[in-house]
């Protein structure tokens, strides 16, 4: 079982700089003033009780500093590993950096992770906590286009994660976000999940937004005139609706999808 991590640590990790850190990494006990454990170096290993480790702890950290990237470099140099463990929530350093919307941090923990090899690098990127979502969808979730231009130059198949569950391209048509949506569909190629939660897929997120705008038009109209995407038409969801059902009270939209079908 890890130790839990010390209070004096964590403190620093979310507020203290990054001089106070390695001093107190190395074993210094200048900045640390917790009794007799400040005469021994804190260990690298504890948990805090989320199970998150101290570098999850520093990248999450909002504000994205220079002195944030620092302290989380310091950190992999003394253990490398902690940059692939898992929270209890299955969210690695990388969830937590890119949901905190912490750009330069997410650059530099993918710089890390390229540093031991493309395998590993992948394994990160493609890390899939308790609910299925990569640090991806974090990132789609903080609305950072520029960081999910960075995980889809690194990955272009990261679009694809979950197969089954709530994708990128349907997280970002659900909170509206076309910019985002439009990066996801052509950085991948447009080979990337469609699905979304409870059998739903993104025809039937598109559908019931209450408002008639041009994404919603724009996203029934690619699907309907895309002969590949012809099965989404009539993919039922958990209640057995299709985007037809969804759609009965927009005879715009519905006009679009009956002509649609087959």
Not at 39 to 68: C, I, K, M, N
Request: net charge neutral.
């Amino acid at each position: 079982m890890e130790p839990k991590m010390d209070a004096g640590l964590l403190a620093l990790a979310l507020s203290g700089s990054y001089e106070d850190l390695e001093s107190l990494l190395n074993g210094k006990p200048a900045a640390y003033t917790l009794g007799s454990s400040a005469r021994q170096p804190p260990p690298l290993y504890a948990l805090t009780v989320g199970g998150g480790t101290l570098l999850h702890v520093v990248a999450a950290v909002y504000g994205d500093s220079e002195d944030s990237t620092k302290k989380a470099r310091l950190v992999y140099d003394e253990a490398p590993s902690l940059l692939f463990v898992q929270n209890n929530d299955g969210d690695t350093p990388l969830h937590c950096a890119a949901r905190a919307g912490n750009f330069r941090m997410v650059s530099r923990l993918v710089d890390l992770a390229n540093g031991q090899g493309v395998n590993n690098a992948k394994g990160l990127l493609e890390t899939q906590n308790k609910i299925h979502e990569t640090a991806l969808h974090q990132a789609v979730r903080s609305r950072n286009n520029d960081m999910v231009k960075l995980f889809m130059e690194e990955n272009p198949q990261l679009a694809r994660f979950p197969e089954q569950g709530t994708s990128p391209l349907y997280l970002a048509i659900l909170l509206k976000n076309k910019i985002i949506a439009k990066t996801l569909y052509e950085m991948s190629g447009g080979v990337l999940s469609y699905s979304g939660p409870n059998g739903q897929n993104v025809l039937h997120v598109a559908v019931q937004r209450s408002q008639v705008d041009r994404m919603k038009i724009g996203t029934v109209n690619y699907v309907c005139r895309n002969i590949a995407l012809s099965w989404i038409l009539n993919m039922q969801d958990k209640d057995g609706n299709t985007a037809l059902h969804l759609a009965e009270n927009d005879v715009q939209i519905l006009k679009v999808l009956a002509q649609s079908r087959p």
